[in-house]
């Protein structure tokens, strides 16, 4: 089983940068694909981002180009580094992690889930 724990939303202005982790535990990470998901008030969970365990990563077309995602496997950790963010980041903001994946945005792929952090931007 793997544990993981997010941490570091908040509320930031529009434009503003923020960073938000996952720590994992039970299990070491480095063989897994690891991925973002984010959910608004009264919408669906969707993919924001995804890291493999080499280190390839994707990104839904909403995020291109603001978020990077990143792992330390010395740390067990996943981040989130996010940029000029828009109110439209507004959501919960949700670790998962899978061994292997053939759709990587699929959410019903992943097999472990933290339990969010909220990131609210202010416009």
């Known amino acids: 089983q793997v544990q993981l724990v997010e941490s570091g939303g908040g509320l930031v202005q529009a434009g503003d940068s923020l960073r938000v982790s996952c720590v994992a535990s039970?299990?070491?990470?480095?063989?897994?694909?690891m991925g973002w998901f984010r959910q608004a008030p009264g919408k669906e969970r969707e993919f924001v981002a995804t890291?493999?365990?080499?280190?390839?990563?994707y990104y839904a077309d909403s995020v291109k180009g603001r978020f990077t995602i990143s792992r330390d496997n010395a740390k067990n950790t996943v981040y989130l580094r996010m940029n000029n963010l828009k109110s439209e980041d507004t959501a919960v903001y949700y670790c998962?992690?899978?061994?292997?994946?053939?759709?990587?945005?699929?959410?019903?792929?992943?097999?472990?889930w933290g339990q969010g952090t909220q990131v609210t931007v202010s416009s």
């Open positions: 998962a992690a899978v061994t292997t994946a053939r759709r990587l945005t699929n959410k019903d792929e992943y097999n472990y």
């Open positions: 039970g299990r070491t990470i480095s063989d897994y694909r």
């Open positions: 890291i493999g365990a080499l280190g390839s990563t």
